[in-house]
């Protein structure tokens, strides 16, 4: 897809299923080329970040944001993504999740860490994030953050082509790894639920919860929604049952032949 579909995809799916905030498409990047405009955390705020917040900025600032070593401060996500000098990822994290009480050993906490998909030191040296309507690049994952309702469409839309469930894969923490990288290690979509840090650093809501693709199957999601469930009415905001005859408290319903309603 070029640059215009990306935007004629974002804003139907925007609109069919009235998300609050852009898709954000994301590309791994094998070195720190990356395109004008583009807003590196360290550079242009002179700050550090976490990887969900430079997320946030994409999906509701619609800024396009690059991250380096430099600019993320979250040490989980450095970690996972290959952003530090651990030779031993899993291990680094199991460390982590029992220092702070997430895991009852470093041991539990390590092999939890075996099973989040991660990067090895340097494998890719930046990531960059856009809202997918403005996105200059061909994106290795999009993710869609709503509501458990809106997201729903989004899994009729895959199982309707796919022939397969919707994978979810939920620790809590670390989640980054699983709405971002996880898509693109895996070539399937995930739902995940955003962790804690998410919710701390990145303001995402108590309703949220994100569906992301691999960026290659975007034409056929957007093909897919269309067609799913349309013969039974499917759609966003599910719309709800009324041919039917309340019932009311028999306090009412004495009053209501008292009055000559009923």
């Given at each position: 897809m070029?640059?215009q579909n990306?935007?004629?995809?974002s804003?139907?799916i925007?609109?069919?299923?009235?998300?609050?905030?852009?898709?954000?498409?994301?590309?791994?990047?094998?070195?720190?080329?990356?395109?004008?405009?583009?807003?590196?955390p360290?550079?242009?705020m002179?700050?550090?970040?976490a990887?969900?917040?430079?997320?946030?900025?994409?999906?509701?600032?619609?800024?396009?944001?690059?991250?380096?070593?430099?600019?993320?401060?979250?040490?989980?996500?450095?970690?996972?993504?290959?952003?530090?000098?651990?030779?031993?990822?899993?291990?680094?994290?199991g460390?982590?999740f029992?220092?702070g009480?997430?895991?009852?050993?470093?041991?539990?906490?390590?092999?939890?860490?075996?099973t989040?998909?991660?990067?090895?030191?340097?494998?890719?040296?930046?990531?960059?994030l856009?809202p997918?309507?403005?996105?200059?690049?061909?994106?290795?994952?999009?993710?869609?953050?709503g509501?458990?309702a809106q997201?729903?469409?989004?899994?009729?839309?895959?199982?309707?082509?796919?022939?397969?469930?919707?994978?979810?894969?939920?620790g809590?923490?670390?989640?980054?790894?699983?709405?971002l990288?996880?898509?693109?290690?895996?070539?399937?979509?995930r739902?995940?639920?955003?962790?804690?840090?998410d919710?701390?650093?990145?303001?995402t809501?108590?309703?949220e919860?994100?569906l992301?693709?691999?960026?290659?199957?975007?034409?056929?999601l957007?093909?897919?929604?269309?067609?799913?469930g349309?013969?039974?009415?499917?759609?966003?905001?599910?719309?709800?049952?009324?041919?039917f005859?309340?019932?009311?408290?028999?306090?009412f319903?004495?009053?209501?032949?008292?009055?000559?309603?009923?």
């Amino acid at each position: 897809m070029n640059g215009q579909n990306y935007a004629e995809a974002s804003d139907f799916i925007r609109n069919n299923l009235r998300l609050k905030t852009f898709p954000v498409a994301v590309k791994f990047l094998k070195d720190k080329t990356f395109p004008e405009k583009t807003r590196q955390p360290s550079v242009v705020m002179g700050k550090r970040v976490a990887i969900c917040q430079a997320v946030t900025m994409a999906r509701i600032y619609g800024w396009t944001v690059g991250l380096t070593k430099e600019d993320v401060i979250c040490v989980p996500a450095a970690i996972a993504f290959g952003f530090s000098t651990s030779t031993d990822s899993a291990a680094s994290l199991g460390k982590l999740f029992c220092s702070g009480s997430y895991s009852k050993t470093e041991e539990v906490g390590q092999a939890e860490a075996t099973t989040i998909q991660r990067l090895e030191k340097d494998e890719y040296e930046a990531i960059l994030l856009a809202p997918l309507q403005r996105a200059a690049f061909e994106p290795d994952t999009i993710a869609f953050y709503g509501n458990p309702a809106q997201l729903m469409r989004l899994v009729h839309a895959w199982t309707y082509g796919q022939g397969k469930r919707v994978q979810g894969h939920f620790g809590g923490k670390v989640e980054c790894t699983e709405y971002l990288l996880a898509p693109f290690k895996t070539q399937t979509a995930r739902i995940a639920i955003p962790g804690t840090g998410d919710r701390v650093f990145s303001m995402t809501q108590d309703d949220e919860i994100v569906l992301s693709i691999p960026g290659k199957f975007l034409a056929e999601l957007v093909q897919a929604l269309q067609e799913a469930g349309k013969k039974v009415g499917a759609s966003y905001p599910v719309p709800v049952f009324l041919n039917f005859q309340p019932e009311f408290p028999k306090q009412f319903k004495e009053l209501g032949k008292e009055l000559g309603i009923l």
